[in-house]
């Protein structure tokens, strides 16, 4: 007949309950702290040459109207699959952040691909983007 031992279940039983007490009693982790926005001012500050865009309403736009705002502009197509829409959902992020000194920030989407980026598209395609406006394509 087996000889059985009471000793080393005990034991598991004992150690395991000195382990469950002593990661309940451990002190909580800080958490992480909110992302930070990353950015570098351009010093002496570059001036915007003069740009002038059809905006899907019909409208045009020129790039004097930016002058004494912070104006980021992102050149891209509504048809790329990956960098464009990542890129534009981060400026709308980037506009909830800011809370009330996103109204000092205007964030501009410009198609580099015109022929397939109509103002129904466009249209379209940014209202997935809140807060980052369309001057559209280059006139």
Excluded at 19 to 36: E, Y
Excluded at 58 to 67: A, C, K, M
Excluded at 110 to 134: H, K, Q, W
């Amino acid at each position: 007949m087996l000889k059985r031992h009471v000793v080393p279940p005990f034991l598991g039983v004992v150690l395991c309950s000195l382990v469950v007490a002593l990661w309940a009693c451990a002190p909580a982790r800080p958490q992480p702290a909110a992302a930070q926005l990353n950015g570098a001012a351009l010093e002496p500050p570059v001036a915007l040459p003069a740009l002038t865009f059809a905006r899907s309403d019909g409208s045009q736009f020129n790039s004097f109207s930016t002058r004494g705002r912070i104006s980021l502009f992102f050149f891209g197509y509504t048809h790329c699959a990956d960098v464009c829409p990542l890129t534009l959902a981060q400026l709308a992020r980037m506009r909830q952040t800011l809370g009330s000194a996103a109204d000092q920030v205007d964030m501009y989407f410009v198609t580099v691909d015109a022929a397939r980026d109509t103002a129904e598209r466009m249209r379209s395609y940014l209202a997935n983007f809140p807060g980052v406006i369309d001057p559209f394509s280059f006139s």
